[in-house]
């Protein structure tokens, strides 16, 4: 899929004045580098079109894309296709503004405890960052912990790998798979069925419900379906948010167990509304 992408094959492809740094933690969907512009530090994500459904973009698509400006959405900066001399069109990168801090997945691992006041300060944020994407009819489909850039001295967090946000206008293209995380997928995802904003609730909800209580609302359903978390998902039946974390509002742990209804139309119709039942 991506053999041979490498910090030398990137630095050769990618435009004038770009100066590749390094491979930053590469995650299942693309490959990521660290990458220097005129001073300026840049995280560009690598896609091939042989593979990876979001590498094929309209210039529909790229300018809904580029119109997000929002303080809790990573900007997008530039985009293009690298220029190889063998099959010149497969790899398209996508080049974002480096944000500063560390993913909430990587805090987490390294022993970070969330208080539930960062856990729905870092709700709302994302879900205000959402409502941007959305407002701008695109759907982000990869909210997880390691798209959320967090930083715990200013409490700002911020949402990743905007650049593979699919437009409601846009047809999917069938070639390659499209994002999307194990364990991180609304149920109409799993079942590879249409999306709307509504699947970015819920996986909204799947990552508040961690922050709040340090544990995948699903993970302890799983064992019911031969160990299948995506079937317990997909079943829908877990623990309310407030049986696990008691430090919640009625207002919030509701909200919260809204988001992961497994049907789009009893989940809140916007992330606004979900910024609002976060405050
Ligand atoms: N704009 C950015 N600024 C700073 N760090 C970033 C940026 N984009 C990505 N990273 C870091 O690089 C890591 C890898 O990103 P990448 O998007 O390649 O993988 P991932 O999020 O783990 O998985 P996926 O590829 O499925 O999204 C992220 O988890 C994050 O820590
Ligand atoms: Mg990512």
């Given at each position: 899929m991506l053999e041979g992408v490498d910090t030398a094959f990137v630095q050769a492809g990618l435009p004038g004045g770009y100066r590749v740094?390094?491979?930053?933690?590469?995650?299942?969907?693309?490959?990521?580098?660290k990458v220097d512009r005129a001073g300026q530090a840049l995280a560009v994500k690598i896609l091939d079109t042989h593979w990876h459904e979001a590498a094929i973009r309209t210039p529909l698509e790229i300018s809904a894309l580029r119109s997000v400006s929002h303080p809790n959405v990573v900007r997008i900066v530039d985009e293009g296709t690298l220029s190889t001399p063998i099959e010149p069109g497969r790899y398209r990168y996508i080049a974002c503004e480096f944000v500063e801090g560390a993913n909430l997945g990587d805090l987490f691992r390294g022993g970070y405890e969330f208080s539930v006041g960062e856990a729905l300060s870092i709700g709302?944020?994302?879900?205000?960052?959402?409502?941007?994407?959305?407002?701008?009819?695109?759907?982000?489909?990869?909210?997880?912990?390691?798209?959320?850039?967090?930083?715990h001295v200013t409490g700002a967090a911020v949402l990743l790998d905007v650049g593979i946000a699919k437009h409601l206008d846009v047809s999917p293209v069938t070639i390659g798979?499209?994002?999307?995380?194990?364990?991180?997928?609304?149920?109409?995802?799993?079942?590879?069925?249409?999306?709307?904003?509504?699947?970015?609730?819920?996986?909204?909800?799947?990552?508040?419900?961690?922050l709040a209580t340090?544990?995948?609302?699903?993970?302890?359903?799983?064992a019911a379906h031969g160990g299948d978390l995506e079937a317990a998902m997909i079943a829908g039946q877990f623990d309310s948010v407030r049986h696990r974390q008691p430090g919640l509002t009625p207002q919030a742990a509701e909200t919260i167990d809204q988001m992961l209804a497994v049907q789009p139309?009893?989940?809140?119709?916007?992330?606004?509304?979900?910024?609002?039942a976060l405050q």
């Open positions: 740094a390094s491979e930053l933690d590469t995650g299942g969907y693309g490959i990521t580098f709302l944020q994302v879900a205000a960052g959402l409502e941007a994407i959305h407002e701008a009819r695109l759907i982000h489909r990869d909210v997880k912990p390691k798209n959320v850039m967090f930083n798979t499209p994002p999307g995380t194990f364990g991180w997928k609304s149920p109409e995802q799993i079942r590879q069925d249409a999306l709307d904003k509504r699947s970015d609730i819920y996986t909204l909800g799947l990552l508040v419900y961690w340090g544990s995948h609302p699903f993970e302890n359903r799983a139309y009893d989940r809140p119709r916007r992330a606004r509304d979900v910024v609002a």
